[in-house]
């Protein structure tokens, strides 16, 4: 029983590239969340989604980040023109299609972002 | 929105010895507190969660109780082991459903 699957595990990026992230739900999930953390810091949340929805958006930044999950294959993060203060390790979490509230979410081992 | 604080940032116990964490939210409507054990260079793990409508679990050497009066919850660690160590995050969801995380503990226990 796989759990949630992240790649890559590691990300090298030039300060202007691009940074796609991926994500697969543990089997049986349909609920994403994407979280950042930053060095030595808690985690924040980024964005909720469903196949195909976004539900909650509310804590990505305004530009350079999109998310989805789409119908078919892994949830996406992407980063847009990568600055370095987007250097940070970022989780995805899924949880199991019942009510959002307190569904138990189940984390990822993340993607180290690391911006030169 | 869900405001989460935690304490203390770092805790060092020996060995066999007992760690308490500290957690107090803001929402009054979240209604589920998970504890998260993060090692280094991992994802976080979930370790025990409780509802709303308890006010303690327990499992095996780990604990956790709820004052939902008083707006705060505490994670147990009982005999503490060196597999122990790492950095533990409460969490509360807000009035969305959304996980808002505590700052993180620290946790070094020395043999």
């Known amino acids: 029983n796989a759990g949630v699957m992240q790649n890559p595990r590691h990300l090298v990026r030039r300060r202007g590239q691009e940074a796609r992230l991926r994500c697969s739900p543990m089997k049986g999930h349909s609920h994403v969340y994407w979280y950042r953390q930053l060095p030595e810091e808690g985690l924040k949340f980024m964005v909720y989604l469903q196949k195909e929805n976004i539900i909650d958006e509310s804590g990505m930044p305004k530009e350079r980040f999109s998310a989805e999950f789409p119908k078919e294959g892994p949830s996406i993060l992407r980063i847009q023109q990568v600055v370095r203060g987007d250097s940070a390790a970022y989780f995805c979490a899924s949880s199991p299609p019942t009510s959002a509230s307190t569904d138990t979410q189940y984390f990822g081992p993340g993607t180290r972002l690391t911006v030169l | 929105g869900e405001n989460v604080e935690q304490h203390p940032s770092t805790l060092s116990v020996q060995e066999g010895d007992s760690a308490v964490i500290k957690c107090t939210y803001s929402d009054s409507a979240s209604n589920y507190f998970p504890w998260y054990k993060q090692e280094l260079g991992k994802g976080p793990q979930l370790i025990i969660d409780?509802?709303?409508?308890?006010g303690e679990k327990k499992d095996q050497r780990i604990a956790v109780t709820l004052n939902k009066t008083a707006k705060h919850f505490s994670l147990h660690i009982t005999e503490t082991q060196p597999e122990d160590s790492a950095v533990y995050f409460c969490a509360a969801t807000d009035s969305w459903g959304k996980l808002q995380f505590g700052a993180g503990t620290q946790v070094v226990v020395t043999p």
């Open positions: 409780i509802r709303s409508n308890v």
